[in-house]
């Protein structure tokens, strides 16, 4: 799939030119001109890179790293820093946020798409954590299989991914937008029953062979995975 990039950039001439570059370089892009849009955007769909300039109205880039940090599903997000500001305390506070790597302004667009390149390179390496498991549920991310106590669950491929999102952060309630974003992707237009769908599915599979219901349903909310709900 292609690489979704995330720029945080409020000076809009600048976040223009960097999605025109992104773009033409294959990728796909969103552009939030505040800490809080980043935040929101995030929500809606997990990009695969941050780029988050220092310097925003609100929050800062380097709270926006920590924010990013802080979260599960983004705490191994690669970022990558832009910043007027060259000096090596400004480095090292940028690196102490969490951003994997730094870029000065004015900066060009081929060396920034160099070290895109190089982060997604070296983040595909190291997500290759092949499973996650929850309560007797494990998932296999390479090789797409899943199992509930041993015994094999059948899942179609947007069923997996929903899965895999609601695994990312057992008992936490996903909204149907967020589930939406994550497993459609923000581009595509479903309607939010297609999630309730696809949630009935998932149930169906994973509870086939008995067992209690691992899919929480919270009315008006929307869905987490979690063994501790009350009947
Ligand atoms: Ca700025």
Redesign the pocket.
């Known amino acids: 799939m292609t690489p979704l990039i995330l720029i945080v ?3 809009e001439p ?1 976040a223009e030119m960097l999605r025109y570059n992104l773009d033409k370089s294959g990728f796909r892009t969103m552009v939030a001109v505040t800490g809080e849009e980043a935040l929101q955007k995030v929500d809606m769909e997990l990009p695969d890179l941050a780029v988050v ?5 609100e929050r800062s ?1 380097i709270e926006v790293c920590r924010v990013l940090r802080a979260r599960d599903d983004t705490r191994k997000l690669p970022i990558i820093m ?1 910043t ?1 500001r060259g000096e090596e305390g400004d480095r090292v506070l940028g690196l102490e946020a969490g951003a994997d790597d730094y870029v000065v302004k004015p900066y060009s667009p081929r060396e920034l798409i160099a070290r895109i390149n190089a982060l997604l390179r070296r983040s595909e390496v190291q997500s290759a954590l092949p499973q996650k498991e929850y309560a007797g549920v494990v998932v296999d991310l390479d090789a797409h299989k899943v199992t509930r106590d041993g015994a094999p669950v059948r899942l179609s491929p947007t069923c997996f991914k929903l899965l895999t999102t609601l695994m990312e952060r057992p008992g936490y309630v996903f909204s149907r937008d967020r589930l939406l974003g994550r497993v459609w992707g923000g581009d595509v237009f479903v309607e939010p029953r297609t999630v309730d769908v696809h949630i009935r599915r998932l149930r169906q599979a994973l509870n086939a062979r008995g067992g209690c219901d691992l899919i929480r349903t919270v009315r008006a909310s929307g869905y987490a995975i979690d063994e501790q709900q009350d009947a």
Not at 53 to 57: E, G, I, K
Request: proline letters at 8%; zero cysteines.
């Open positions: 950039e409020d000076e600048l300039d220092w310097m925003l109205p880039g832009l007027a």
